[in-house]
């Protein structure tokens, strides 16, 4: 079974540009997820889709936004770059949570974004 | 504010001996715990979870601890190996129903010595 997969795997950016990556999840499941990596902050939750719909939010400006398509692909979209949004954006999918069932998520090996 | 804090940025460790990586958190909600490790250029992998109504798991050559008073699990790798050499994160996990919102923690960098 094919892993999660991310593209571009490296992006360089400048400052006030827009920049949009991509996911593949699992075949199968439906529930993707988002993180920003970045030194001496860990992984943060930036967003979760389910069947086309978020459905929780971290603390990030509205500049960070996505979605999710019919076939459970995601889509991250940063607007209006800034310098501090340089870091490695993590994907990972899983199968949807029940109450009380906790499914592994997968992540895929990120993208490396730089904003000069 | 952090809720999951790993305070120890790295740690290095003897081929063979014991390894354990601690993990503080804040919020008690947080009922389910997990380990990740990660290997440079890849994804983290998941490696071990815990749910709150378990105080120990284990899985080979990998416990997880949790101390709920105390808020604060711990991860021990015995032996260590050297390809366990990685960043190793904690993550919670508060009580939602039906989404994943995992909180992880800065990680820790482990280097076992051969």
């Known amino acids: 079974k094919a892993g999660v997969t991310q593209t571009p795997r490296y992006l360089i950016k400048t400052r006030g540009q827009q920049v949009t990556l991509s996911c593949s999840p699992i075949?199968?499941?439906?529930?993707v997820s988002w993180y920003q990596q970045t030194p001496g902050q860990g992984l943060q939750f930036l967003f979760e889709?389910?069947?086309?719909?978020?459905?929780n939010k971290g603390n990030f400006p509205g500049r960070f936004s996505g979605r999710q398509f019919s076939n459970s692909r995601s889509e991250m979209n940063v607007s209006t770059l800034e310098l501090g949004d340089s870091a490695l954006y993590l994907c990972?999918?899983?199968?949807?949570?029940?109450?009380?069932?906790?499914?592994?998520?997968?992540f895929g090996p990120g993208t490396r974004l730089t904003v000069l | 504010d952090q809720q999951v804090k790993q305070n120890s940025p790295s740690l290095s460790v003897q081929e063979g001996r014991i390894s354990i990586l601690n993990c503080d958190y804040t919020?008690?909600?947080?009922?389910?715990f997990l380990w990740y490790k990660k290997y440079p250029a890849e994804g983290p992998t998941f490696l071990i979870s815990?749910?709150?109504?378990?105080d120990k798991n284990e899985d080979g050559r990998f416990t997880v601890f949790l101390n709920k008073s105390a808020k604060h699990l711990s991860l021990h790798i015995v032996p260590s190996q050297p390809g366990d050499s990685a960043v190793y994160f904690c993550a919670a996990s508060p009580t939602t129903s039906g989404t994943y919102k995992y909180i992880f923690g800065t990680g820790t960098r482990l280097k076992v010595l051969a």
């Open positions: 815990i749910s709150s109504i378990k």
């Open positions: 075949s199968g499941h439906r529930s």
């Open positions: 990972a999918s899983s199968l949807p949570q029940d109450r009380g069932v906790y499914n592994e998520q997968f």
């Open positions: 919020n008690s909600m947080f009922d389910y």
């Open positions: 889709y389910f069947s086309e719909t978020q459905r």
